[in-house]
Nanobody
Framework: QVQVVESGGGLVQAGGSLRLSCAAS????????MGWFRQAPGKPREFVVV????????YYADSVKGRFTISRDNAKNTVYLQMNSLKPEDAAVYYC??????????????????WGQGTQVTVSS
């Protein structure tokens, strides 16, 4: 079992920045690829970004490429999502998730076994 807890959400003006954190506990954190997904009201959950176990491989959704940056600190069992130049369409509940099967089909939420409760990001225009 891996427990993940997100933090860092909040209200920000368009063009602003937020940094989300995802703290994991339980099994060896460094064995897992870690992803962020988001879900806006009335929309399906969508992939945002993923980082491989070593931190060397990352994949971003086109909608956030160049604005968001994912990183991980395996010594602290934590993943970070730096979000810059936020847009109103970025508003959603952001979920952190752990995948034990690496980066294959990283965009598919079914590849992730462990999920946090989510943190709300609100972007005002």
């Amino acid at each position: 079992q891996v427990q993940v807890v997100e933090s860092g959400g909040g209200l920000v003006q368009a063009g602003g920045s937020l940094r989300l954190s995802c703290a994991a506990s339980g099994r060896t954190f460094s064995n897992y690829a870690m992803g962020w997904f988001r879900q806006a009201p009335g929309k399906p959950r969508e992939f945002v970004v993923v980082i491989g176990w070593s931190g060397e491989s990352t994949y971003y959704a086109d909608s956030v490429k160049g604005r968001f940056t994912i990183s991980r600190d395996n010594a602290k069992n934590t993943v970070y999502l730096q979000m810059n130049s936020l847009k109103p369409e970025d508003a959603a509940v952001y979920y952190c998730a752990a995948s034990p099967v690496g980066l294959g089909y990283y965009y598919d939420s079914r590849r992730y076994d462990y999920w946090g409760q989510g943190t709300q990001v609100t972007v005002s225009s």
